[in-house]
């Protein structure tokens, strides 16, 4: 049987349009029109006044810290239940990540716990039991500081609580960085994820709901940050007839060969939105008479691009039946899943770093399995996966 991938690429006619004219131009790297181009549709499609696209998600976080003014041993709150890519760069930047928990409502950063680290990072009153701060070449005791910059995460399309977010940001004048690598498409309101933080973070890494094999975007409303983020991004190179160079620059921009898939990926993006969603329908209608399974709704005004569809599985309710027992069975039909994310606090590298607990992603992780969700997903495909999840469930 041929294997059934969690978020596989999907490609189509029109991205090979966009390739053969880049061919046909010799114009593929570094620079050119298709990625102007693709930064004028990401603009217009989130609703942003400027975009420049790079050569990852990560790269874009980690210039959007660069612009935030972040600096060895500053604080940077970050969602714990996120994948590490939103974490590594601010360790890049030698800074002190201060972990935030989620809510139960949308899996993403929790308000009231965010407020909670900041007044600890401020009151020098952080949750640092386990933190060897000389070991990492930071002071010890933790300083007393405001945070630099809040990193919320829209985790698998579900948009984080960005109004109350913003409105704590504000009050304390952090800015905020928007992961929404997961959340293209997905809005609040009618307002697009990456829109709200004064830098948004796109990804379109070879999983992701569009693609360009690798990639990602900066978004902002502020044109300095994002020319500055373009410089920064090609080895910041001064204005002069040879190399000259008066800062640190990163090899984080995107070819324009790439760029013209993402123009052709962008002119199916709402069908690929279409299509998640049609899989989330679908495993909805399969599971919901199992009283041991529960998906994650949209609440109110939340439109979700459903990237993957997620289910939590109570083996109290379930005779026992364990998300690692589901994951397992499938396996045995060479169909992919995963568990949800590992929360950063649990992860090796982050251990004893501070952390602000609600009791929400430990449990996510426990219970929580991602399904199959590409937008090919065949009928033929959906059968198979029926099939199976239905003989795992009943045995």
């Known amino acids: 049987m041929n294997r059934i991938y969690l978020s596989p690429p999907h490609m189509g006619d029109l991205e090979k349009e966009f390739i053969n004219e880049a061919f046909d131009s010799n114009w593929i790297a570094p620079l050119g029109p298709y990625v102007d181009g693709f930064e004028q549709d990401l603009a217009g499609y989130t609703g942003v006044m400027h975009s420049a696209v790079l050569s990852s998600g990560t790269a874009a976080i980690h210039l959007a ?17 996120t994948f590490s890519a939103t974490a590594n760069p601010i360790r890049y930047m030698g800074a002190i990540p201060v972990f935030v928990d989620s809510e139960a409502e949308t899996w993403n950063m929790c308000p009231k716990a965010l407020e909670a680290a900041i007044e600890g990072c401020i009151n020098g009153t952080l949750n ?28 698998y399309g579900m948009p984080a609580n960005m109004d109350q977010i913003m409105e704590v940001a504000g009050k304390y004048g952090i800015p905020v960085i928007e992961d929404a690598a997961e959340a293209l498409g997905s809005h609040i309101g009618g307002r697009q994820c990456g829109s709200f933080g004064d830098l948004g973070v796109l990804s379109f890494n070879g999983n992701k709901i569009i693609t360009t094999s690798g990639g990602g975007a ?20 001064d204005q002069a007839p040879h190399y000259q160079h008066s800062e640190i620059g990163y090899n984080y921009r995107m070819s324009n060969l790439l760029a013209a898939v993402g123009r052709g990926q962008m002119q199916v993006l709402d069908q690929r939105i279409h299509q998640r969603r049609a899989n989330y329908d679908f495993y909805r209608e399969l599971l919901e008479s199992f009283d041991g399974i529960r998906f994650l709704p949209e609440p109110p005004e939340m439109f979700s691009n459903r990237w993957l569809t997620t289910i939590l599985v109570n083996p109290e309710h379930m005779g026992g039946i364990t998300r690692e027992d589901i ?6 039909e060479n169909i992919e899943s995963r568990p949800l994310w590992k929360p950063m606090h649990l992860q090796p590298v982050f251990t004893g770093y501070p952390f602000f607990n609600t009791g929400v ?6 219970q929580g399995l991602c399904l199959p969700s ?22």
Do not use: W
Not at 129 to 151: D, H, M, N, V
Not at 222 to 230: C, D, P, S, W
């Open 65 to 81: 810290l660069i612009l935030a003014g972040v600096k060895p041993g500053d604080y940077v709150i970050c969602q714990s239940f």
């Open 128 to 155: 640092s039991s386990g933190f060897e701060p000389r070991a990492s070449g930071f002071q010890s005791p933790l300083p007393a500081q405001t945070p630099k910059a809040i990193i919320p995460v829209h985790l």
């Open 218 to 237: 900066l978004l902002s409303d502020n044109e300095e940050m994002i020319i500055k983020a373009r410089f920064l991004a090609t080895q910041a190179r």
């Open 327 to 332: 994951r397992l069975g499938l396996e045995k």
């Open 361 to 366: 992603s430990e449990q996510l992780f426990e």
């Open 374 to 395: 590409g937008s090919s997903l065949t009928e033929n495909d959906r059968n198979r996966i029926a099939e199976a999840l239905l003989t795992i469930l009943r045995p």
